[in-house]
């Protein structure tokens, strides 16, 4: 089945700085790709749609500024949380749509801890 | 906008049969997901629904009335593997792309 991946898996950064977060389709193209954050025994909560070559969509309340997305390619799309504060600490998901099929396929999740 | 409502905790004997509600509203409907997720982990599907009627995979099974905006995913011979949260999440077409809302999610514990 399609797979997609998410680096790192883990990530613990202090106050202030940025992480990168990457998500990966392995083995079909997407032209769209969502991001989710998921707080402690909570659903998860879209953050904003990634379509390839355009600019993100971001969900309301979402701070565009603060949550930078890319999508360069039909396979990859980054989140980069910017100024990092003990707050965004979460669980961050992305999940790809396969364009052949129209399925949406999750990657495994990043767990980011801002100290 | 959209909303959708699913109990927040289930309790189960291994074994049994429980039935997970969810209800909805949104506009531009797609298809209904439930999804399994374990503490820390990312969603695994499930099932989809789009049409009315029951979808059944092995020990789950999936409902969706489109006109009353209602879906219910029903587990058989419940196991202790199964005890995990169960996410309903609606598709819906909107600026041309589809998305996916999750609801809350309901904890379901299975005991012995």
């Known amino acids: 089945g399609a797979v997609v991946s998410q680096h790192p898996s883990w990530v613990i950064c202090k106050s202030g700085t940025s992480v990168k977060i990457e998500c990966r389709s392995l083995?079909?193209?997407?032209?769209?790709m969502f991001w989710y954050r998921q707080f402690p025994k909570q659903s998860l909560m879209l953050m904003a749609t990634s379509n390839e070559g355009s600019k993100a969509t971001y969900e309301q309340g979402v701070e565009k500024d603060k949550f930078l997305i890319n999508h360069a390619s039909l396979t990859l799309s980054t989140l980069t949380v910017t100024s990092a504060h003990p707050e965004d600490s979460s669980f961050y998901i992305c999940?790809?749509?396969?364009?052949?099929?129209?399925?949406?396929?999750f990657g495994p999740g990043t767990r980011l801890t801002v100290t | 906008g959209q909303n959708i409502d699913q109990p927040t905790e289930m309790t189960a004997t291994e074994g049994a049969i429980v039935q997970i509600n969810c209800t909805y509203q949104t506009s531009g409907f797609n298809g209904l997901f439930w999804y399994q997720q374990h503490a820390g982990e990312a969603p695994t599907f499930l099932s989809y629904n789009v049409l009315d009627g029951l979808e059944e995979k092995g020990r789950f099974s999936s409902f969706l009335s489109r006109s009353k905006g209602y879906s219910y995913l029903l587990l058989k011979e419940l196991q202790m593997k199964d005890s995990a949260s169960y996410l309903c999440?609606?598709?819906?077409?909107?600026?041309?792309?589809?998305?996916?809302?999750f609801g809350a999610g309901t904890r379901l514990a299975v005991h012995p």
């Open positions: 999940s790809a749509i396969d364009r052949e099929d129209y399925e949406q396929y």
């Open positions: 083995d079909f193209q997407a032209t769209t």
């Open positions: 999440a609606v598709s819906s077409i909107s600026g041309g792309y589809n998305k996916l809302i």
